[in-house]
């Protein structure tokens, strides 16, 4: 029912930042889970971030812990995925998942998905 916009990806150097963005065709976004996930060449999709509703509470992968960090401007209905420090092994495709859930877990069921953004860390 959602539609998702993910954007923001590129070519980046190891150590450098990234900032991605997750625009939603919601009138708001304060009723909703947001979800990062992220599949590298070769593995399967992990789950990066996960916020909840309020958006005042978000798991990370230990890979990404204290080095990513997520925002969300709900009158916007848009959420931000902030990447520090990367790394080449966080090369892969970013996808945003958002749906109707107070809580955030990885094994969420989320019915609205983005297309994706490439993110390429390299030298």
């Known amino acids: 029912q959602l539609r998702v916009v993910e954007s923001g990806g590129g070519l980046v150097q190891p150590g450098e930042s990234l900032r991605l963005s997750c625009t939603t065709s919601?009138?708001?976004?304060?009723?909703?889970?947001v979800a990062w996930f992220r599949q590298a060449p070769g593995k399967e999709r992990e789950g990066v971030t996960c916020?909840?509703?309020?958006?005042?509470?978000?798991i990370y992968a230990d890979s990404v812990k204290g080095r990513f960090d997520v925002a969300r401007d709900n009158a916007k209905s848009t959420a931000y995925l902030k990447m520090n420090n990367l790394e080449p092994e966080d090369t892969g495709i970013y996808s945003c998942?958002?749906?109707?859930?107070?809580?955030?877990?990885?094994?969420?069921?989320?019915?609205?998905w983005g297309q994706g953004t490439h993110v390429l860390v390299s030298s």
């Open positions: 919601a009138p708001t976004l304060d009723r909703y889970a």
């Open positions: 916020t909840n509703a309020r958006g005042d509470s978000t």
């Open positions: 998942a958002v749906d109707l859930y107070l809580g955030c877990r990885w094994n969420y069921r989320f019915d609205n």
